[in-house]
Structures are given as structure tokens and as C-alpha cells.
């Protein structure tokens, strides 16, 4: 799992600007949610993206 915290933690970082004890609180937040999470880690990884970015509508496309 630590492969996949650090995935997040360095996709989320490219997102954002992060401090390095901001890093580090990421770091801890991420470990947190994966230790529940079971599937591959792909799925992981981005639902412990979705989960730092929190509750924002994403932006879809209007059909025409």
C-alpha cells in the first residue's frame, strides 16, 4: 500500500501546491483512508484522490 500512498501523494501534489508539512499531513490522511480500502490499486488510488479533493461538482459536458 505504500506504493499507492505515495502515487496519491504525489498526483495530489501536482494539483495543488503542497508545503512539506502539508505533504506530510496528506501523506497520513491517504494512509488512513487506503487502510480500509479493498480492490486493486488503481481503484485506490483514485478514490483516495477523489477523497482529498473532496465533495466538488465535477464539470461535465452539455449535450448539444
Given amino acids: 500500500m505504500e506504493v499507492v500512498v505515495e502515487r496519491v501523494v504525489r498526483t495530489y501534489g501536482m494539483m495543488v ?7 506530510e499531513e496528506v501523506r497520513q ?11 486493486d490499486d488503481n481503484t485506490i488510488a483514485v478514490e483516495a484522490i477523489k477523497f482529498l479533493r473532496g465533495s466538488k461538482p ?7
Avoid at 17 to 23: G, I, K, R, S
Avoid at 29 to 39: D, L, P, S
Wanted: proline share 8%; glycine share 8%.
Fill in 58 to 64: 465535477s464539470r461535465r459536458r452539455r449535450p448539444k
Fill in 29 to 39: 490522511r491517504v494512509m488512513k483512508f487506503v487502510e480500509g480500502q479493498a480492490g
Fill in 17 to 23: 501546491t503542497l508545503a512539506p508539512n502539508e505533504e
